[in-house]
């Protein structure tokens, strides 16, 4: 089955210690996001990649980066964990992103926790 | 601007009962609405969406919701509820922009417990 994976399931972090979360996708969509989710709370957007067009939320901290090395593999770089970093964080891809109607897909999350 | 609300953030269900949880968008132009269904400690899923074809919507895992453009609403239903429906349930509208990224508005999120 087409789908949207992410790995690890669960991290642990230490504070200042940079971590790295992947996402991939088989569903070959041109359109790749990555949210951000506290607990009893909406999902945030981070920043998105159109193909290797990379946008970012005017609200998102620099110390959140990401990379889009192909069409398959996103990655969520978070370069010094603070505590309020601890969240869920979501991948999605869509097909297109000028198309209202078109769904994005999610991963299952990736659960950051900061010690 | 566009934007939704979800109106209850708990409900609570008894199995086998209705259930009925309510959303109201915002919107300049023709929205696009959908649902998503979110289990504890999991991504989100795709319940069902609207798309300016048919007003009523029918998902999957029997949910169906009906838009109504004079209410501005697109409450979600199910006639009788299971236990696997306990979870967090997001009413998300699509934020169009002209040519610009399209990007996905959530609601709050309303929280669905079902009893036995």
């Known amino acids: 089955d087409a789908m949207v994976i992410q790995n690890p399931r669960y991290q642990v972090t230490q504070f200042g210690k940079p971590v790295t979360l992947s996402c991939s996708q088989t569903?070959?969509?041109?359109?790749m996001y990555w949210y951000q989710q506290k607990s009893s709370q909406a999902p945030k957007l981070l920043f998105h990649?159109?193909?290797?067009?990379?946008?970012n939320e005017a609200d998102t901290p620099d110390n959140f980066q990401s990379r889009r090395p192909n069409t398959s593999f996103c990655f969520l770089d978070i370069r010094s964990p603070g505590l309020g970093d601890a969240a869920m964080y979501l991948c999605?891809?869509?097909?297109?992103?000028?198309?209202?109607?078109?769904?994005?897909?999610f991963g299952p999350g990736t659960r950051l926790t900061v010690t | 601007a566009q934007s939704v609300t979800q109106l209850d953030s708990h409900v609570s269900v008894s199995e086998g009962t209705p259930v009925l949880l309510r959303c109201n968008y915002s919107?300049?132009?023709?929205?696009?609405l959908f649902w998503y269904v979110q289990h504890p400690n999991k991504g989100l899923q795709l319940l069902l969406k609207?798309?300016?074809?048919?007003?009523l919507v029918k998902g999957i895992n029997g949910f169906e919701a009906e838009f109504k453009k004079s209410e501005t609403s697109f409450h979600l239903t199910k006639p009788s509820a299971h236990m696997s429906d306990a979870a967090e349930y997001f009413c998300?509208?699509?934020?169009?922009?002209?040519?610009?990224?399209?990007?996905?508005?959530f609601g709050t999120g309303t929280l669905l417990a079902v009893q036995p």
């Open positions: 999605a891809t869509s097909r297109d992103r000028r198309q209202p109607t078109y769904e994005q897909y």
């Open positions: 569903l070959n969509h041109n359109v």
């Open positions: 990649y159109y193909d290797k067009d990379f946008n």
């Open positions: 919107s300049s132009y023709s929205p696009s």
């Open positions: 609207y798309t300016s074809a048919a007003t």
């Open positions: 998300v509208v699509s934020d169009r922009r002209g040519g610009a990224t399209n990007k996905l508005i």
